[in-house]
Structure formats: C-alpha cells, structure tokens
C-alpha cells in the first residue's frame, strides 16, 4: 500500500475558501476513488474514475470536484458548496475497476475553520 | 441504490473467543463482496472477499459467508487475538458493477 499517497496529512481551511486534495499512486492501476470518513458512517463514495479524463459521481458529490487529466493523480477540490467539510478523506486505486481489491492512501484530515 | 446494513456497530470478545460480524445488501444482482480491515490511525486493507458463485471462503482464521437468497454475508474470526482489534468494514459491488458500497463499520475490541 506504499504506492498510493496522499498529501497533505492535515488541512485547514477557512470556511468560503475552496481546497485540493493530493492523490497520486505508481501501481499503474486505471480506476481511482475518494471516500469521505466521518464516524459511524462507515465510507462514502464521492467520486470515481475508471479512466483517464473520465470520472462519475459517487454518492455524496454536492460540493466536491475532480480531475483525472493523469492516470497516476486524481485530485479531489472541496469547494465552499460543500456546507460541512470538516471529515477524514481517503483516495483509492484498483486496478481496472470495482470488482479488483481496492488499495487506500493514509488519508487527509480537513478541518474547518 | 445498494444499502449496505452492518451490524453490531461495536463488539468486544474475550481473547480467544470467535466473532461474528453480519451485513445485509439490497441489490439481488450484487456479486462481489469484500471486507476491510482498518487499524487506528491506519488505512482500510482488504482481508478477504468472496463473490457469488461460491457460499463461503476461509483463509487462516477469518471466513466469510454468503447467502445470496437471504441477502446477507458474514464475516467469522476465530481465536481471536489483540491485534484483531480494529475496525472492520463489508462491502457491496453496486451500480452497475462501477463501484462499491460499503457498511458503516464495526468497532471490535478484543480484551486480553
């Protein structure tokens, strides 16, 4: 699981001001995620890609915005839409999609300031 | 969408003892279902999965279950250790096959 990083490991921001979220991985894997970790809500999806320039939403997206321009990057920019950011954001990787095991990064935790 | 239910939300065995964790889908046509382990201050990683051609799946002490006419899957750990303790996650392969949705957690505790 060294192959997939993130950074940074904590983030603050003001509230209004939108933030990136770094995710690169060197395990040549095609699909990508980020899930969103609050307590006693287990993961939630907020974006996926599958290919490179292309991504879906996921189940909570309303704030969120992502690019896969790279095959080893995919950032996730929290925006100021997003009324309650403050949560622990994990990405993923697999290697060509969902049914493959999925690799995680150590996470981001973003507080709202 | 696919509803992941998983229960109970916090556990505690005694070292030694088995523990169950059971989860619940509601997509007849999920087939593929995986479980997470995630230590404090760690990241998730897989321990095992199991798709739907087959009922159950063992490796070492862990195992999981599958009906897939009741719709539910289990995990089973047997001789528990200290080091079990994390929190563990199951997993649903949904939405066309794109994606999975995963339970809220269970919390086990293994008391030495």
């Known amino acids: 699981d060294g192959g997939i990083t993130q950074s940074p490991k904590y983030l603050f921001r003001k509230e209004g001001q939108n933030v990136t979220l770094s995710c690169e991985q060197n395990l040549n894997h095609d699909a990508m995620y980020w899930y969103r970790q609050d307590p006693g809500q287990g993961l939630r999806l907020i974006y996926y890609?599958?290919?490179?320039?292309?991504?879906q939403k996921g189940d909570i997206a309303e704030g969120y915005s992502v690019s896969r321009e790279k095959k080893e990057s995919f950032p996730l920019t929290v925006t100021s839409a997003q009324k309650n950011p403050t949560a622990f954001y994990l990405c993923?990787?697999?290697?060509?999609?969902?049914?493959?095991?999925?690799?995680f990064g150590p996470g981001t935790r973003l507080t709202v300031l | 969408g696919e509803n992941v239910e998983q229960h109970p939300s916090t556990l505690s065995v005694q070292e030694g003892d088995s523990a169950v964790i059971k989860c619940t889908y509601s997509?007849?046509?999920?087939?593929?279902f995986p479980w997470y382990k995630q230590e404090l201050g760690k990241r998730p990683q897989l321990i095992i999965d199991?798709?739907?051609?087959?009922g159950e799946k063992k490796d070492q002490r862990i195992a999981v279950t599958l009906n897939k006419t009741a719709k539910h899957f289990s995990l089973h750990i047997t001789e528990t250790q200290p080091e079990d303790s994390a929190v563990y996650f199951c997993a649903a392969l949904s939405g066309g096959y794109q994606k999975v949705t995963f339970g809220t957690g269970t919390k086990l505790q293994v008391i030495p």
């Open positions: 997509d007849s046509a999920s087939n593929y």
């Open positions: 890609s599958q290919i490179v320039n292309d991504f």
């Open positions: 993923a990787s697999s290697i060509s999609g969902a049914r493959d095991t999925q690799y």
């Open positions: 199991i798709r739907s051609n087959v």
